[in-house]
């Protein structure tokens, strides 16, 4: 179990001179590293970012778009990624060796990323090889997962998906090896089962795999029947959001529009006007009629984003009490300016390695979505 699976805090407390500098101190110190720093840096934002570190980005984007930039940004000697742990990793796999990947707080992890481990994956592939085939199931991991399962899926011949190409991603898994095709998605469920009905899938085409139990707490027929194999993970933030939200706001505004994030349960996602990553709701916002009251059900800090750039609609969470990805949350001004300094300085601090062997393999699983997307 990795550091970060285990629970251990991995950041240390900031140096003095962070936390109590004020916001206005802060923006006028990071405004000068980044200028002094110039081309060799480029800060990468995801949707879910607090905007005190959003407006610093060179560039922001959903998962699948962030890694794409990763890839591409060639001349930066230094990528400075305000998301998560598992992103990353997979810019650090993506980007060339003369670039170094930052991420400003190592206890910026996934819990659903941590749901899914790699001695759990290989029990699972092997007591699924001890009923089934193995050589006609083929590994997919929601980008959500860490480089060690990236480069387990590189390893059987699997992809890496994102929740804006995993149709994409599952329907070139199904051709694979015939009519017989099985996928094993992990960590995420809600991803995994919602794509599958996208795809015109039934629930009994669907078991899910409980690596708590033994075969996955399933009985060697269901294994053998099911097309998909569905790891029990979840996000936390997606989860909370319930048919009842949806019906309250619909009573409140019958003309109102739900968009929904595909890490949310079916039955959420059955009742939404769209359901998309967090860039297919950005542009569904965009092109929202005026006056339009629109609840969104993925992370509050992109749903009030939303709400301030849009002047001419209404844009709520769909849970009026939701909380956002504590995660996420953990990168602030305070340690931005911390990182973007110490490279000012020449020091790389919280720098995101992923060891060349397992590299290579998850290059492989993501390079293969790449090419499919
Ligand atoms: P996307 O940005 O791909 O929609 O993913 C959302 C998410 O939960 C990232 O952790
Ligand atoms: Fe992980 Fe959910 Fe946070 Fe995304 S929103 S980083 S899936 S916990």
């Known amino acids: 179990m990795s550091n970060r699976q285990s629970g251990l805090r991995l950041q240390s407390p900031l140096p003095e001179g962070y936390t109590d500098a004020t916001a206005d101190e802060l923006s006028r110190r990071i405004a000068k590293a980044k200028s002094t720093l110039g081309d060799r840096v480029m800060i990468l934002g995801h949707h879910y970012q607090r905007d005190e570190v959003m407006r610093w980005a060179d560039a922001r984007g959903d998962s699948f778009g962030l890694s794409r930039l990763a890839a591409d940004a060639r001349d930066a000697e230094f990528v400075v990624f305000c998301g998560v742990h598992f992103m990353a990793e997979s810019a650090d796999i993506l980007t060339g060796d003369h670039q170094q990947v930052v991420l400003p707080d190592l206890n910026a992890?996934?819990?659903?990323?941590?749901?899914?481990?790699?001695?759990?994956?290989?029990?699972?592939?092997?007591?699924?090889?001890?009923?089934?085939?193995?050589?006609?199931?083929?590994?997919?991991?929601?980008?959500?997962?860490?480089?060690?399962?990236?480069?387990?899926?590189?390893?059987?011949?699997?992809?890496?998906?994102?929740?804006?190409?995993?149709?994409?991603?599952?329907?070139?898994?199904?051709?694979?090896?015939?009519?017989?095709?099985?996928?094993?998605?992990?960590?995420?469920?809600?991803?995994?089962?919602?794509?599958?009905y996208q795809l015109g899938f039934a629930e009994s085409d669907m078991a899910v795999w409980d690596p708590r139990r033994e075969m996955g707490g399933l009985e060697d027929r269901r294994v053998k029947e099911a097309r998909f194999l569905l790891w029990k993970g979840h996000c936390s933030v997606h989860q909370r959001f319930r048919p009842a939200h949806v019906e309250a706001f619909r009573a409140a505004h019958p003309d109102g529009l739900v968009f929904v994030h595909p890490e949310?349960?079916?039955?959420?996602?059955?009742?939404?006007?769209?359901?998309?990553?967090?860039?297919?709701?950005?542009?569904?916002?965009?092109?929202?009629?005026?006056?339009?009251?629109?609840?969104?059900?993925?992370?509050?800090?992109l749903v009030q984003r939303l709400d301030d750039e849009h002047p001419d609609l209404t844009v709520v969470s769909l849970d009026p009490l939701v909380c956002p990805c504590s995660t996420m949350f953990r990168i602030?001004?305070?340690?931005?300016?911390?990182?973007?300094?110490?490279?000012?300085?020449?020091?790389?601090?919280?720098?995101?390695?992923?060891?060349?062997?397992?590299?290579?393999?998850?290059?492989?699983?993501?390079?293969?979505?790449?090419?499919?997307?």
């Open 264 to 301: 949310c349960a079916h039955d959420v996602v059955a009742l939404g006007d769209v359901v998309g990553s967090t860039d297919a709701i950005i542009k569904a916002v965009d092109a929202a009629p005026a006056g339009s009251v629109i609840a969104v059900a993925t992370e509050i800090h």
């Open 109 to 196: 992890g996934c819990s659903m990323a941590d749901m899914a481990d790699l001695e759990s994956v290989e029990e699972a592939w092997e007591a699924i090889s001890g009923v089934t085939d193995i050589t006609s199931v083929v590994p997919i991991t929601y980008m959500n997962s860490s480089a060690a399962l990236k480069a387990f899926v590189g390893r059987h011949g699997g992809a890496v998906c994102t929740s804006s190409n995993a149709r994409a991603v599952l329907t070139w898994a199904l051709e694979q090896h015939g009519p017989d095709t099985k996928v094993l998605f992990f960590p995420d469920q809600h991803l995994g089962r919602n794509t599958a």
């Open 332 to 373: 602030d001004a305070p340690h931005l300016c911390w990182v973007l300094e110490s490279l000012v300085e020449g020091a790389v601090v919280n720098r995101i390695t992923v060891d060349p062997a397992t590299a290579a393999d998850a290059k492989v699983a993501l390079e293969r979505m790449l090419a499919i997307a």
